[in-house]
């Protein structure tokens, strides 16, 4: 589930992971809709999230992770050498929301691809249908080009242990090469399995306004 909002939306909640299906409004689906990244509507927030687990990692996690390229090689790659600690799983769990926010979207060939890699078995949410999503999602009216720019991302560790991290990430949306005051953000649930970080779930657990006002910086951006 991916939330998105403008800074007068701030105080408002949005609809799960519909990015890749939405087209006009402000809720991004990791996986259920890249059209609803543009289209959906916001709904009222949710209870106040729990206070966050502090981070433990003694490095900070990266922004740009997978490269400025943003491809589904690099995304890839990003996996293969993410390390086994907390900064690394929040590195990964950016790399995904910002490689599933782009737009144009990637190719069938590449959602089916990435999905077999980062989707730790028995994956649930919105995330688990992240190929068929791709491959079903629709064009976005008037939309030439879009990304998600991490060097002003906020992340909050909701809940870690050495193999499994859940974490709120969110960045800041440009589109069509121009920076809009739309921020889009997940809670991502990672673990470490077969030796790499996958995803095993996608949710919305934290109000993207407590995200910028109390999460912490990335170590870097793109």
Same mark, same amino acid.
């Given at each position: 589930?991916?939330?998105?909002?403008?800074?007068?939306?701030?105080?408002?909640?949005?609809?799960?992971?519909?990015?890749?299906?939405?087209?006009?409004?402000?809720?991004?689906?990791?996986?259920?809709?890249?059209?609803?990244?543009?289209?959906?509507?916001?709904?009222?927030?949710?209870?106040?999230?729990?206070?966050?687990?502090?981070?433990?990692?003694?490095?900070?996690?990266?922004?740009?992770?997978?490269?400025?390229?943003? %491809?589904?090689?690099?995304? /890839?790659?990003?996996?293969?050498?993410? =390390?086994?600690?907390?900064?690394?799983?929040?590195?990964?769990?950016?790399?995904?929301?910002?490689?599933?926010?782009?737009?144009?979207?990637?190719?069938?060939?590449?959602?089916?691809?990435?999905?077999?890699?980062?989707?730790? %078995?028995?994956?649930?949410?919105?995330?688990?249908?992240?190929?068929?999503? /791709?491959?079903?999602?629709? =064009?976005?009216?008037?939309?030439?080009?879009?990304?998600?720019?991490?060097?002003?991302?906020?992340?909050?560790?909701? %809940?870690?242990?050495?193999?499994?991290?859940?974490?709120?990430?969110?960045?800041?949306?440009?589109?069509?090469?121009? =920076?809009?005051?739309?921020?889009?953000?997940?809670?991502?649930?990672?673990?470490?399995?077969?030796?790499?970080?996958?995803?095993?779930?996608?949710?919305?657990?934290?109000?993207?306004?407590?995200?910028?006002?109390?999460?912490?910086?990335?170590?870097?951006?793109?």
């Amino acid at each position: 589930m991916v939330r998105r909002s403008s800074t007068a939306d701030a105080r408002r909640g949005f609809p799960r992971w519909a990015w890749f299906v939405i087209g006009s409004a402000v809720v991004i689906a990791l996986v259920a809709g890249v059209s609803a990244w543009y289209q959906a509507g916001p709904r009222a927030a949710g209870p106040t999230a729990a206070a966050p687990v502090t981070t433990h990692a003694a490095a900070l996690p990266n922004g740009c992770l997978a490269g400025a390229s943003n %491809e589904a090689a690099g995304l /890839l790659k990003a996996q293969k050498e993410a =390390p086994h600690s907390e900064a690394g799983a929040v590195g990964l769990a950016a790399a995904v929301l910002r490689w599933i926010a782009q737009y144009p979207r990637p190719t069938a060939g590449d959602g089916a691809t990435v999905s077999t890699a980062i989707l730790a %078995e028995g994956a649930t949410g919105t995330v688990a249908s992240l190929a068929s999503n /791709l491959a079903a999602a629709k =064009p976005l009216p008037g939309v030439t080009s879009g990304s998600l720019n991490f060097a002003d991302g906020r992340y909050v560790v909701e %809940e870690a242990t050495p193999d499994m991290v859940r974490v709120t990430v969110g960045g800041a949306e440009v589109r069509n090469g121009k =920076p809009t005051d739309q921020k889009i953000a997940s809670t991502i649930t990672l673990v470490w399995e077969d030796g790499a970080w996958k995803v095993r779930s996608d949710g919305n657990d934290r109000a993207l306004d407590d995200l910028f006002a109390t999460g912490s910086a990335f170590a870097g951006g793109c």
